[in-house]
């Protein structure tokens, strides 16, 4: 020892001779493959991206809400809310500039970061209340936190693979997608999803700019992880940390609402700006600062802008505004002012888009324009009530039974214990402080107001009757949750308290819905695929059968063709080179516009389409199931056009190819 401390040389000599040897190990003993390195490399920065324009978020949310009276977990996911939502506007607006879209969005990055950096800074500090909330945690809390952990790291697993999800593949992420390809945002007359809000597609636009495909996905992920964060801060501070983790846990304890964020949708950014309309808006009825009931109406504008289905929440927010009015604990012109100024602000901009797009501001709802025309209407429109009257009078029961992932109707499985808990939140109410009693009746007025909407929405249309329209809603029906376990927890059978048993109901769900959600993970192949060990076209096949090679076909058929997809509506994977039947009435609408085949062929041909893709399943799947949409007359018409054409490429019957060139 002492000779090498007197002879630096022979110990640099001595570190090299190691490090040496160490390379020419891993020469002929790779531990790992170029492909897998940059695999890992591509993903960090995806995760690098997104989390970039968080901070950029959070730090554009401290700088116009700085210091909320708030726990430091639900002030920072306020304030990151707040940013996304003021951003997204800001690529609508930069959008318009025909050709500086993507520059700008990777200019804005470093700009807006310095300029922040200060406020990025403050937002960050904030969460370091995420370490005190877990040495306030106990054992039980905190094997509640592990499985939610758990939850997230498999939806941030699905996130990083290849999008797959129907909707994501239709326009969430196709419109971004198209944003890019054209350099600018406008109307696109083949989607007529692009006059819905686009909130959330705004950010996926950006992310997606960054660093491509996945950062869409995982952007839902952040989202939902903050929504999750800001509730358990808020909900421990109104009740206690048991309760807080409770309430969270009734949340994911449902198998579509643990999956969802990873799908690319828009419902858990939705969800996320309910959970910030209710924080602050109790937070004003407790404390009375008027910028709290500012927020709440920035958010009931933001989710309007998100989805036009999550606009019940800013018309429950109205009605516990009119409430508290007529019970003279508020004024009339105030709260209108303070509350409807920045709901309609930032919900405007959409609208006046649509209108001057396409002459509909509600585009491409109830009147038409742009290419929404009659035919159109009554495709997209007519849908008889779901179900029965039970689906009024007992609707979160038949929400909660009912509802599976992916079928008919609600479409959602809820999990047991948002109903389960949350009809207990009256449990213990008398032993309540005032400002407690304040937040539940907060929560319950939005959850009942909301059930109502929902329940007479289905009467009007069944497809109102999706469970994942009404996200938005979820916050307020969690804090009753959280309420109800906090209630029984203090109940007593006899002798017998009932905390033990009420942690292990809700561990024994989350539990087993954790089990359901790292099978599911496991068997799809996310990780291989995510590690570049198994290919993106094997993993797309796996899920998605016939569709992936045939969209690979499509692709390879070169930029000089364009391919009309018919009874198909997901063009993610065909871009730009194909036109998808977004509501699947191309058909419809082509005959009864050109009368007969020959004329639509023609027509198809002075559109420039070069090739015909029929979704023959699909076709086959709508006439037995008898959709009311195309009549007996216009299959048999469907029949004698394919017939007309040149043999197809046949994808075993389950998509045809027809090359419609001479």
Excluded at 274 to 284: F, K, V
Aim: with cysteine; charged share 15%; aromatic share 12%.
């Amino acid at each position: 020892m002492h000779t090498l401390r007197k002879s630096p040389l022979l110990a640099a000599l001595g570190f090299l001779w190691v490090l040496g040897i160490l390379g020419l190990y891993y020469v002929s003993h790779k531990p790992f493959t170029p492909e897998l390195a940059l695999q890992v490399v591509g993903r960090a920065w995806v995760l690098a991206a997104v989390g970039l324009l968080t901070a950029l978020a959070g730090g554009l949310g401290w700088r116009l809400a700085p210091r909320l009276p708030l726990p430091p977990l639900a002030a920072l996911s306020l304030q990151a809310a707040l940013g996304f939502g003021l951003l997204a506007l800001g690529v609508l607006a930069v959008g318009q500039i025909p050709g500086v879209l993507r520059w700008a969005l990777w200019a804005v990055l470093p700009v807006g970061g310095w300029l922040l950096r200060r406020d990025l800074r403050a937002w960050l500090a904030q969460a370091a209340g995420m370490k005190a909330l877990w040495l306030r945690s106990g054992r039980w809390s905190r094997w509640a936190a592990g499985l939610l952990g758990f939850l997230f790291f498999c939806a941030l697993l699905t996130a990083l693979a290849p999008p797959l999800k129907y909707d994501a593949l239709m326009y969430h992420l196709t419109l971004p997608h198209i944003y890019l390809e054209q350099g600018r945002v406008g109307y696109v007359p083949e989607l007529v999803m692009s006059g819905m809000p686009q909130t959330a597609e705004m950010l996926y636009t950006w992310a997606m700019a960054l660093a491509g495909n996945s950062a869409g996905p995982v952007l839902s992920v952040t989202a939902a992880l903050l929504a999750v964060l800001g509730l358990v801060g808020w909900l421990e501070e109104r009740l206690e940390t048991r309760a807080a983790w409770a309430g969270a846990a009734a949340l994911l304890a449902g198998y579509t609402l643990a999956v969802a964020p990873a799908w690319g949708y828009v419902d858990w950014l939705a969800l996320w700006f309910g959970a910030a309309a209710l924080i602050a808006l109790d937070g004003w009825r407790r404390l009375g600062e008027a910028r709290l009931l500012r927020l709440a109406g920035a958010f009931a504008g933001m989710v309007l802008g998100t989805k036009y289905p999550a606009g019940v929440l800013g018309l429950v927010c109205l009605l516990a505004l009119g409430w508290q009015i007529l019970r003279g604990r508020a004024r009339f012109w105030p709260v209108l002012r303070q509350f409807g100024l920045p709901a309609v602000g930032l919900a405007l901009p959409w609208l006046v888009k649509n209108a001057l797009t396409t002459g509909n501001p509600l585009y491409p709802f109830f009147f038409g324009g742009g290419a929404m025309n009659a035919v159109r209407m009554s495709v997209y429109q007519g849908m008889s009530a779901w179900g029965n009257w039970q689906d009024f009078w007992l609707l979160p029961l038949r929400a909660t039974y009912l509802g599976v992932d992916g079928a008919g109707g609600y479409s959602v499985s809820v999990g047991p214990l948002l109903l389960g808990l949350g009809a207990l939140a009256w449990m213990g109410r008398g032993s309540l402080r005032a400002d407690q009693r304040t937040t539940l009746s907060s929560a319950a007025f939005l959850s009942l107001a909301g059930l109502v909407v929902w329940a007479a929405g289905n009467r009007l249309s069944g497809y109102l009757i999706q469970t994942r329209f009404y996200f938005v809603l979820f916050p307020a029906f969690a804090a009753l949750a959280a309420f109800g376990f906090a209630g029984l927890s203090r109940a007593r059978l006899g002798t017998v308290g009932l905390r033990r048993v009420a942690g292990a109901v809700v561990l024994l769900a989350l539990g087993l819905n954790a089990v359901e959600v790292g099978l599911y993970t496991v068997k799809s192949g996310t990780l291989r695929t995510v590690l570049g060990l198994y290919s993106a076209e094997a993993y797309l096949a796996d899920h998605l059968g016939w569709y992936a090679p045939v969209m690979a076909d499509v692709r390879q058929l070169g930029p000089q063709t364009r391919t009309l997809l018919l009874f198909e509506p997901r063009s993610f994977y065909c871009r730009p080179n194909c036109a998808p039947d977004e509501i699947l009435d191309r058909w419809k609408r082509s005959l009864t516009a050109h009368g007969n085949p020959q004329a639509v062929l023609t027509a198809w041909k002075a559109e420039g389409f070069t090739h015909l893709l029929v979704y023959r399943a699909g076709v086959e799947f709508m006439r037995e199931s008898g959709d009311p949409h195309v009549t007996p007359a216009e299959w048999a018409a469907l029949d004698a056009f394919l017939a007309d054409l040149p043999e197809p490429v046949n994808y075993d019957n389950v998509y045809w190819m027809y090359d419609l060139r001479p």
